[in-house]
């Protein structure tokens, strides 16, 4: 079976860029199959990597993703994934994505298929806790990721990825490349 990471990630000091690390912590307690793995990385862009180096054929990453749309809108992107070449300015607390996918590199490893379910926010000034319509979002989110498990468990094969796009596209998410944006997925 297709071994799944579900990542939330974010900083929860910085309002609703906890919003990753709030949707892993609902996702923990979900019946889930025993080929996922839900974890709350934070602000750990090492232990990320690590673990993606583990091998995941499909990996959910789960963030705050500004992209200029209404605070609490949810999307599902595929983003183009370029790692930095060379050295990566290593930060063991930090979720830049191409230091995340260099190290990767530098493992000789492969992320996989990646998904960002990531959440518009309304605010990442310094507080915690989520914003009302991020926090709203929450459940939203938590529905997707584990409609986004259903499919892929129904795909059974990675041959059949570009379908379980195509189906996630038509339960009402928005679904993006990751490419025509400035911001693909959110960098701290």
């Known amino acids: 079976m297709n071994r799944m990471l579900i990542a939330g990630v974010g900083n929860i000091f910085l309002g609703d860029d906890g919003f990753g690390v709030e949707v892993a912590g609902r996702l923990?307690?979900?019946?889930?199959?025993g080929w996922v793995r839900v974890a709350d990385y934070g602000i750990s862009g090492m232990h990320l990597a690590y673990d993606l180096a583990e091998g995941y054929e499909t990996t959910i990453l789960i963030d705050a993703a500004p992209r200029g749309d209404v605070p609490g809108?949810?999307?599902v992107i595929e983003p183009e994934i370029t790692a930095s070449r060379g050295n990566p300015l290593l930060d063991g607390h930090g979720?830049?994505?191409?230091?995340?996918?260099g190290m990767l590199d530098l493992l000789?490893?492969?992320a996989g298929r990646v998904l960002v379910v990531g959440c518009e926010p309304a605010s990442v000034e310094e507080g915690i806790g989520l914003s009302p319509p991020v926090a709203a979002a929450v459940d939203e989110a938590v529905r997707i990721v584990l409609d986004?498990?259903?499919t892929v468990a129904s795909a059974g094969t990675s041959a059949d990825h570009h379908q379980?796009?195509?189906r996630s596209a038509a339960a009402d998410v928005a679904v993006g490349d990751g490419r025509g944006s400035d911001v693909p997925w959110h960098t701290r």
Request: hydrophobic share 50%; aromatic share 8%.
């Open 73 to 75: 809108t949810v999307y």
């Open 108 to 110: 000789g490893a492969d």
């Open 164 to 166: 379980a796009r195509d």
């Open 148 to 150: 986004l498990v259903r």
């Open 28 to 33: 923990a307690h979900a019946d889930l199959p």
């Open 95 to 101: 979720m830049q994505p191409d230091v995340v996918f």
